[in-house]
C-alpha cells in the first residue's frame, strides 16, 4: 500500500494540498487546456524519448507522465494530491502514478534519464529542495526540465487577477509563509536556482501559451484552480470578493477578438543536466 502523505493545514503545503484536493476535478477542463501545449515542448526540454525512464513531478492530471509513455518512455507520476493521482489514474490508465512529496522522493539514487514538472515548482514551499531531490534522482548526464508561468504583465491572467485585487480588496493577507509566487517567472533566477541544485547547461525557453474561455465566467472559475489565487480571494471580506471577482468578469472583455476571448498566458521552460561527474552525496 503506497503511503498517503497529509500535512499542516496551517502551512503552506497543507494549504496548496487542501485546494488540488478540492480543484482535481476541475482541472483538466480549464488549467488543463492550456497546460497541455506546454508538455511536448517539456519533454524536448528533458529529452524524452524511446527508452527513457521519466519522473514526473508534481503530476497533476498525468499530462506529463502520459506524453512521455506516448514516446515510447517509462514513466511515472507523482502528486501530493490523492485526488489528483486518482484523475491522472483515470485518465491515463498507460502510465503510472502514486503519491509523493517532490522535496522527499521515495527513489534511489540515479533512478531516472529525465525528470519533469509541469507548473509545479511555484507551488512548492522549498522548490530548492526539490531541484536537489530531481539531481539526486537523475542519473548522470540526465536533465531537469520545469516550467513556470511568466510574471503578471505577460501573462495577463495573472496580471487580470491581481490588478483586480489590488484595485478591490487588499493583498495584506493572512496566508502561510511561502516563497514568492513568481520566482521562477524571471529566466535569471531559473538558471541560478538550477546551477545551485548542480545543474549544468541551464537553458530556459518562452513559450506562447493562450486561454481560450468560452465566457468570461470561465475566467473566474480558473482563478479556483490556482490555490494561491483562490485564497487570496477568498481571504477577502464578502464585499471584496464580490468587487473583485466582478472586475475580473469584466476585464476579460478587453482580450475579446474577432476568434473570441483569447488571454495570453505565456510560460517559461528551464533545464539543465546532471554533471557526468557527479559530486551530489
Known amino acids: 500500500m503506497t503511503p498517503r502523505f497529509s500535512y499542516d493545514p496551517a502551512s503552506f503545503k497543507g494549504m496548496e494540498q487542501a485546494g488540488w484536493e478540492q480543484g482535481a476535478a476541475r482541472y483538466d477542463a480549464l488549467f488543463g487546456s492550456i497546460t497541455r501545449h506546454a508538455i511536448e515542448p517539456l519533454l524536448d526540454a528533458a529529452a524524452v524519448a524511446s527508452g527513457t525512464t521519466t519522473l514526473d513531478l508534481c503530476c497533476g492530471p498525468g499530462y506529463g507522465a ?10 511515472i507520476g507523482i502528486d501530493f494530491s490523492p485526488a489528483m493521482v486518482s484523475t491522472a489514474q483515470g485518465l491515463h490508465p498507460a502510465a503510472a502514478f502514486r503519491q509523493g512529496d517532490a522535496e522527499a522522493l521515495d527513489f534511489e539514487r540515479e533512478s531516472f534519464h529525465a525528470v519533469i514538472c509541469s507548473f509545479g515548482v511555484n507551488h512548492l514551499p522549498d522548490p530548492d529542495k526539490a531541484l536537489r531531490e530531481a539531481a539526486r534522482v537523475l542519473r548522470r548526464g ?17 496580471q487580470l487577477v491581481l490588478e ?12 502561510p509563509p511561502a516563497p514568492p509566487p513568481f520566482r521562477f517567472s524571471e529566466p535569471a533566477a531559473c538558471v541560478a536556482a538550477l546551477r545551485a541544485a548542480g545543474f549544468d547547461d541551464p537553458q530556459v525557453a518562452e513559450i506562447a501559451l493562450v ?25 477577502q471580506s464578502a464585499e471584496a470578493r464580490e468587487r473583485i471577482r466582478q472586475a475580473i468578469v469584466e ?3 478587453r482580450y475579446r477578438s474577432g476568434a473570441g476571448l483569447e488571454i ?18
Open 66 to 75: 502520459a506524453a512521455a509513455v506516448a514516446r515510447g518512455a517509462r514513466a
Open 142 to 158: 540526465g536533465r531537469l526540465a520545469f516550467s513556470m508561468w511568466c510574471a503578471p504583465g505577460k501573462s495577463k491572467f495573472h
Open 164 to 175: 483586480s485585487i489590488r484595485a478591490h480588496g487588499t493583498l495584506d493577507l493572512p496566508l
Open 211 to 235: 486561454f481560450r474561455p468560452r465566457a468570461p465566467s470561465e475566467v473566474l472559475a480558473l482563478t479556483m484552480c490556482a490555490v494561491r489565487l483562490q485564497m487570496m480571494i477568498e481571504l
Open 251 to 253: 476585464g476579460t472583455e
Open 264 to 281: 495570453p498566458m505565456p510560460a517559461l521552460i528551464a533545464s539543465g543536466a546532471k554533471p557526468m561527474a557527479s559530486n551530489d552525496a
